[in-house]
């Protein structure tokens, strides 16, 4: 059975830093594509980064780009999110996804709270 | 990036009843196109990959249409349990894309 963990969530103040990791299990994890996806509460689903198999490739969305880093240790079955510079708007639930045509496993998520 | 945009933003439906619900990308996605289904306090479920695949375990009442820009989510006799918020997501391009989900009401 897949299973993602995600870890790492907290109440951060503006400007900081966070870091989000994601430990995968059930599955070969050096195999697949992995990815963030966040929730802000009562809003809709927002895709934040990806990184392929290897690391070879990896994506961002406009609203992170330059702030969040993707990266992953396939020897250690774990996917990280490095968030800086930290936002308001950054405050969502954060969890990640199993990448195979579509996004078949996430995890509960990891809630981030960015408030002064 | 490509913009997602579903419609209606809610829809109300009896118990029974059949419904279609619509995404429309800003760009081609070809057939890159997946669709989820969350309930409130669950994580989203994968119903639909390559715009008409369905995932594993998906009843046969949930099919996905369309190509290119135009997609569609067709859920024929309606359980008391599809009452969900349903989201479209192009993965084409990055970077992969959401719409803004369209809620499913009971009538």
């Known amino acids: 059975e897949v299973q993602l963990a995600e870890s790492g969530g907290g109440l951060v103040q503006p400007g900081r830093s966070l870091r989000l990791s994601c430990v995968a299990s059930?599955?070969?994890?050096?195999?697949?594509?992995m990815h963030w996806v966040r929730q802000a509460p009562g809003k809709g689903l927002e895709w934040v980064s990806g990184?392929?198999?290897?690391?070879?490739?990896?994506g961002y969305a406009d609203s992170v780009k330059g702030r969040f880093t993707i990266s992953r240790d396939n020897a250690n079955n774990s996917l990280y999110l490095q968030m800086n510079s930290l936002r308001l708007d950054d405050t969502a639930v954060y969890y990640c996804?199993?990448?195979?045509?579509?996004?078949?496993?996430w995890g509960q998520g990891t809630l981030v709270t960015v408030s002064s | 990036e490509r913009v997602m945009t579903q419609s209606p933003a809610t829809l109300s439906v009896s118990p029974g009843g059949r419904v279609a619900l619509s995404c429309r990308a800003s760009q081609t996605v070809s057939r890159n196109l997946a669709w989820y289904q969350q309930k409130p306090g669950q994580v989203p479920r994968l119903l639909i990959y390559?715009?008409?695949t369905r995932a594993t375990g998906i009843p046969a009442r949930f099919s996905g249409s369309g190509s290119a820009t135009e997609f569609t989510l067709t859920i024929s006799t309606l359980q008391s349990e599809d009452f969900a918020i349903y989201y479209c997501q192009q993965y084409d391009t990055w970077p992969f894309t959401f719409g803004q989900g369209t809620k499913l009401e009971i009538k």
């Open positions: 059930g599955f070969t994890f050096g195999d697949y594509g």
């Open positions: 996804a199993k990448w195979g045509s579509g996004f078949g496993s």
């Open positions: 990184i392929s198999w290897n690391s070879g490739s990896v």
């Open positions: 390559g715009a008409s």
